[in-house]
């Protein structure tokens, strides 16, 4: 059953993500804080709805980017001609920057297809791209693309031997959390990226991933689906936190290193004495 404290912690967890993503203001509908100080138990759809509410305190912009060095497939940059893979991939990210099957791509400068090595072990999922992400066409740039790198270094790979992409490819506007709509018109090309990539572990970051991955899941907070092997096309899905979460709460690197130790192990993986937290 969920408590308070997992009501809060998704709440945050989803109000600190949309803040580093790059929003400049936040707002909570009165009835669900009035609901959380009465230490209710909101439904999940409140709890959307306060997340994805307008928008009205203001905090600091998000930081620019991580620099990509190598192996970007969907970007424009050359790759290697032999690799059958990286050229399905091109031809998809291609698709995929001209598509208009959802109102998405009205909003965005660029679709993101996502990036990374075409024969990866670990296929990282997120959400959607933010305001970083729209403008530079690379998926997890920024503060949270910084510590996902970390968390991926922490695990014994580089960035460029995973691939790391969103299940939306498009921005939201105002980083809204993408409808269901949106996410079902664009999971067709995550579908087409996992049967090109064939990764062993798909790692999804944040419950809208999770969500967005697993329908059937969305009835369970992040709290209770992480560190739990879910399915996406076959493959082993690992749910944990959000990397922007951590930023704002590092205590959660902990339970998001557990997750993390699972997926080593799952690929046999030997485990690092650093943590996710390093
Ligand atoms: S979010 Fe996906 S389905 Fe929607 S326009 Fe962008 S690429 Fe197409």
């Known amino acids: 059953m969920d408590t308070l404290q997992e009501i809060l912690k998704d709440t945050a967890e989803y109000i600190a993500w949309k803040l580093e993503e790059g929003e400049t203001t936040a707002e909570v ?3 669900v804080l009035l609901e959380l100080a009465a230490g209710s138990q ?3 759809q409140t709890v959307a709805a306060a997340s994805s509410a307008k928008k009205s305190s203001t905090v600091a912009p998000a930081s620019t980017g991580t620099t990509q060095k190598t192996a970007s497939v969907g970007t424009g940059e050359k790759v290697a001609p032999d690799d059958d893979r990286t050229k399905k991939l091109q031809v998809l990210a291609e698709d995929i920057k001209s598509c208009t099957n959802c109102p998405l791509h009205k909003g965005r400068i660029q679709a993101v ?6 024969n990866p072990e670990i296929l990282f999922i997120g959400e959607a791209p933010g305001a970083d992400e729209d403008e530079q066409g690379l998926a997890f740039v920024g503060r949270a693309g910084k510590l996902l790198t970390k968390m991926i270094e922490a695990m014994g790979f580089t960035r460029d031997e995973v691939f790391i992409a969103n299940v939306n490819k498009c921005r939201p506007p105002n980083n809204r959390k993408p409808m269901r709509e949106e996410m079902d018109a ?4 995550l579908r087409q990226q996992v049967a ?3 990764p062993k ?3 999804a970051l944040g419950a809208t991933a999770v969500e ?3 329908p059937e899941s969305s009835k369970q907070r992040i709290s209770a689906l992480r560190g739990h092997w879910l399915s996406f096309e076959e493959i082993p899905v690992m749910p944990t936190y959000h990397p922007a979460y951590l930023l704002r709460s590092p205590a959660m690197k902990k339970p998001v290193w557990e997750d993390l130790q699972a997926v080593l192990q799952h690929l046999g993986r030997p485990i690092p004495k650093r943590g996710a937290s390093q």
């Open 29 to 31: 509908s009165p009835s």
């Open 212 to 214: 967005g991955l697993v």
């Open 186 to 189: 664009c999971l067709p090309f």
């Open 201 to 203: 572990v798909i790692v």
């Open 42 to 44: 909101p439904t999940k």
């Open 196 to 198: 090109i990539l064939q």
């Open 113 to 118: 297809p996502g990036q990374g090595n075409p």
